[in-house]
């Protein structure tokens, strides 16, 4: 009997443990100010006529991405309208993300810019793509992760460029 009340007491103590945790992770999050993010680019990388575009996503926009990664939108040529179909149960919700634009001949060294829809302790992904050196071939690199400060600098993107057959 003894070890059974032991066995329920230990029970309960990671429970209000665990529940505790939630509750400190949800005060984390800042809903005020906002966050400025800091990307070195090296902009050889990009042709001298690229515009480089960085998007933004919040938590909120990535949640809603997650839930409706299943549906599909379909385009009727004769008609010119989209069809949009979700699984059952699933209603499909529009997500539009901060979108910032930079000529490449604009940038220095860095792109920064300021997001009023980021909070500090949220998740967010970074992205950042233009047109390649090659003038054909698009350089792009993404990060998700959550902010931990009102400045975030980003080091250490990995960069992808496609490989097209190009002219």
């Known amino acids: 009997m003894k070890n059974q009340r032991f066995k329920t007491f230990v029970i309960i103590l990671i429970l209000f443990s665990l529940l505790s945790g939630c509750d400190l992770t949800s ?7 906002s966050v400025t993010f800091t990307v070195p680019v090296d902009v050889d990388m990009f042709s001298d006529e690229a515009t480089l575009r960085l998007t933004l996503w919040n938590a909120d926009q990535l949640e809603i ?11 009727d040529l004769e008609t010119q309208t989209e069809e949009i179909h979700c699984p059952q149960g699933v ?5 539009t993300p901060d979108e910032f634009t930079f000529p490449v001949q604009e940038i220095g060294e860095i792109l920064k810019v300021e997001s009023n829809h980021i909070r500090i302790g949220e998740k967010y992904r970074l992205q950042i793509s233009g047109l390649s050196s090659d ?8 990060i998700e ?10 080091e ?8 097209m057959a190009c002219p």
């Not at 991405?65 to 385009?75: D, E, F, L």
């Not at 003038?135 to 993404?142: G, L, P, Q, Y």
């Not at 992760?145 to 980003?154: C, E, K, N, Y």
């Not at 250490?156 to 496609?162: G, R």
Request: overall charge negative.
């Open 156 to 163: 250490d993107l990995m960069w992808m460029t496609t490989l």
């Open 145 to 154: 992760s959550i902010t931990r400060h009102a400045d975030v600098t980003i």
């Open 27 to 33: 005060r984390d999050i800042d809903s005020t100010g």
């Open 65 to 75: 991405m997650k839930r409706t990664a299943n549906c599909s939108i379909t385009y």
């Open 135 to 142: 003038n054909c071939n698009t350089t792009s690199a993404s």
């Open 91 to 95: 209603e499909y919700e529009a997500v």
